[in-house]
């Protein structure tokens, strides 16, 4: 029997996923990357690879996530066994259902709506397990920038790494666990920079 997780200060769920395209109506949720921790140290991390029976996947998508989608088949879960086992992990790390869980990410609403999308084709309800509260990383920056704390035009995850020097390896860039991993130390650094 696991051990109960020791509860986290700040109970946020850092969040990226890679998906064929800019539809979740229409393109495939392909991975989900997961990370958890507090004030900078990463506790618990999970990614999850999607398999469909057909995908629906625009080149331009596949160019920047670069799966390739005949690997991505032989190591995927079907859509019943990923669900099972986000269940498990968020029922461990958040055990309270009533508390809805704060999603963070950078330009989070995009991977909100593939969530909900997914979560609704398993015939679940997103809310109330999640918060219809975000905390995305591209607004906070926007708010330091224009406050003069922030010296940066571009307010892109690849400009905020690299101001910030969060070296992501070239082979986990764009990829759902590497940028969520990213986005979880720039959340910190964002808040640092904000005391």
């Not at 395209?21 to 921790?37: M, Q």
């Not at 070296?167 to 666990?177: F, G, I, N, Q, S």
Request: with cysteine; glycine share 8%.
């Amino acid at each position: 029997m696991a051990l109960p997780a020791a509860p986290l200060t700040h109970p946020y769920l850092f969040v990226d996923t890679e998906t064929g395209g800019l539809d979740p109506g229409r393109h495939s949720l392909l991975s989900i990357g997961l990370v958890l921790g507090d004030v900078g140290e990463v506790r618990h991390s999970l990614e999850l690879f999607l398999r469909h029976d057909t995908y629906a996947v625009d080149g331009a998508a596949m160019k920047v996530n670069r799966i390739d989608l005949a690997k991505h088949h032989g190591a995927a879960m079907d859509a019943g066994t990923l669900m099972a086992v986000l269940d498990v992990f968020l029922d461990q790390f958040f055990p309270c259902k009533s508390e809805p869980i704060f999603l963070v990410g950078h330009n989070v609403a995009f991977d909100r709506a593939f969530l909900e999308a997914f979560w609704k084709q398993m015939g679940r309800a997103f809310e109330p397990r999640f918060s219809h509260r975000l905390i995305d990383t591209h607004s906070l920056a926007a708010g330091l920038r224009d406050a003069g704390r922030l010296p940066i035009a571009s307010l892109t995850s690849t400009a905020l790494f690299a101001h910030f020097g969060i070296e992501v390896p070239e082979e986990k860039r764009h990829t759902a666990l590497g940028d969520a991993l990213a986005t979880f130390e720039l959340y910190w650094r964002l808040v640092e920079l904000a005391r």
